[in-house]
């Protein structure tokens, strides 16, 4: 399975992004699919996650109220909507597939699409 993570840009502090993961090759109905973030210095972290039907979502306590993820099956797609950023948001956001049951710790997860970076100004 191959991702590819979509649609950063640069916004004002309490503006809104929509980031795209596109899902192509092998699926399964058990997938797990992913959205982490990166800023420079510090680990990748866990920002919310959807399963394969998109009715069990699970989003991090820092982002929760802000951000909102689902999927498209009919598109292949896994959607972060993110809203009222804040310059904090900034970092480089992935996509990922869990490979093994846990906790949203990064390395549970795998097939880690290329980056797209997100810059929030204050």
């Known amino acids: 399975v191959q991702l590819q993570a979509s649609g950063g840009g640069s916004v004002q502090a309490g503006g809104s992004l929509r980031l795209s993961c596109a899902v192509s090759?092998?699926?399964?109905?058990?997938?797990?699919t992913a959205w982490f973030r990166q800023a420079p210095g510090k680990e990748r972290e866990f920002v919310a996650q959807?399963?394969?039907?998109?009715?069990?979502?699970y989003v991090a306590d820092s982002v929760k109220g802000r951000f909102t993820i689902f999927r498209d099956n009919s598109k292949n797609t896994v959607s972060l909507v993110m809203s009222k950023l804040k310059p904090e948001d900034t970092a480089v956001y992935y996509c990922?597939?869990?490979?093994?049951?846990?906790?949203?710790?990064?390395?549970?997860?795998?097939?880690w699409g290329q980056g797209t970076q997100v810059t929030v100004s204050s």
């Open positions: 959807t399963s394969w039907s998109g009715g069990n979502t």
């Open positions: 990922a597939i869990r490979v093994r049951q846990g906790t949203t710790a990064w390395s549970n997860f795998g097939s």
């Open positions: 090759g092998r699926a399964f109905s058990s997938d797990v």
